[in-house]
Nanobody, 129 residues
């Protein structure tokens, strides 16, 4: 069973940047699709970004598409979310999640939260106006 730990959240002014990290332990993430989700107070959890097992495919929700970048470093067993031009509406708890996928699905990005096998505890991101 993989354990995921997010870090890098904090308080930032609008227009600023943060880089979130999702570090895995227990096993390698090399066979996983990994996603970032967020949940704001009073709102449902939403998909933010995902990267395929191969790293070849990424996908973003429309509201972050040109501002956020997801990447993975399998040597570090870590997935990152670089967030630029942050807006107050990006304020939320950010979670990373991992799903083991077969080699035949190595280019697939999982956007459905129920399909993920493991979740981190979340990291708070607060963007002030």
């Amino acid at each position: 069973q993989v354990q995921l730990v997010e870090s890098g959240g904090g308080l930032v002014q609008a227009g600023g940047s943060l880089r979130l990290s999702c570090a895995a332990s227990g096993r390698t993430l090399g066979s996983d699709a990994v996603g970032w989700f967020r949940q704001a107070p009073g709102k449902e959890r939403e998909f933010v970004a995902g990267v395929s097992r191969s790293g070849y495919t990424t996908y973003y929700t429309d509201s972050v598409r040109v501002r956020f970048t997801i990447s993975r470093d399998n040597t570090e067993n870590t997935v990152y979310l670089q967030m630029n031009s942050l807006k107050p509406e990006d304020t939320a708890v950010y979670y990373c999640a991992a799903e083991q996928v077969s080699y035949s699905r190595r280019h697939f990005v999982q956007k459905v939260d129920d399909e993920y096998d493991a979740w981190g505890q979340g990291t708070q991101v607060t963007v002030s106006s």
